[in-house]
């Protein structure tokens, strides 16, 4: 009888063990991706076509200003102190893309905290959390949202998402070996270590 029950302590403790390593485990990776992406959201007025034309108008317009600042040596940081010191600019773009399409809409962007889920990127997987982003609200903002990677840069416009050479290597220059080869890698391996990662990012968000 004490076998059975020394077994089963043994065994129990094990489980917590492993449950305490895999959520250690996915905590240092969702964190090395988190502290070093930066995010893009926008929520669009309503779901009419001509709001979620604005509000993709507005998307390439921010994109096509910000990505002209990015280069082979922008970090996450140099990112959000851009944003920061060129808000009057940013708020520009805005405004007058809302009035060039006709419209009186309210609006406001931040950089905020947002939730994402996990969203695929060509052959990167990113998985759901919470990152630092451009959050973008227009009008009433009950419409659908939209959202990418503004740093390292996947979002393209005209909805394009690819993780191309300059992308990649910004990428690796900021987060591990270890965590770029799991949001990378199709290798059975990995695959569940990202599926360990999404579960216990969930738990977190």
């Not at 009433?140 to 992308?167: K, Q, R, T, Y």
Request: hydrophobic share 35%.
């Amino acid at each position: 009888m004490k076998t059975l029950k020394l077994t089963f302590l043994i065994f129990i403790l094990f489980i917590i063990y492993i449950f305490l390593s895999a959520k250690s485990y996915s905590t240092y990776v969702f964190n090395d991706l988190s502290d070093e992406i930066f995010r893009f959201h926008i929520v669009a007025n309503s779901n009419s076509s001509e709001d979620q034309y604005l509000k993709l108008k507005i998307r390439d317009n921010i994109l096509s200003y910000i990505n002209k600042f990015i280069d082979d040596e922008t970090t996450k940081s140099d990112i959000i102190s851009f944003i920061n010191s060129h808000k009057n600019k940013i708020d520009s773009i805005i405004k007058s893309t809302i009035q060039k399409n006709g419209y009186t809409y309210n609006y406001s962007f931040n950089i905020e905290k947002c939730y994402f889920p996990t969203k695929n990127y060509g052959n990167i997987s990113l998985p759901e959390g919470i990152y630092d982003c451009l959050n973008i609200r227009i009008g009433s903002s009950e419409g659908e949202n939209w959202w990418c990677v503004m740093f390292p840069p996947l979002c393209i416009s005209d909805s394009e998402l690819i993780m191309d050479n300059n992308s990649k290597e910004l990428l690796l220059k900021n987060i591990s070996s270890e965590s770029y080869d799991i949001i990378n890698s199709k290798k059975g391996e990995y695959k569940i270590k990202f599926k360990i990662l999404e579960i216990f990012s969930s738990f977190n968000s």
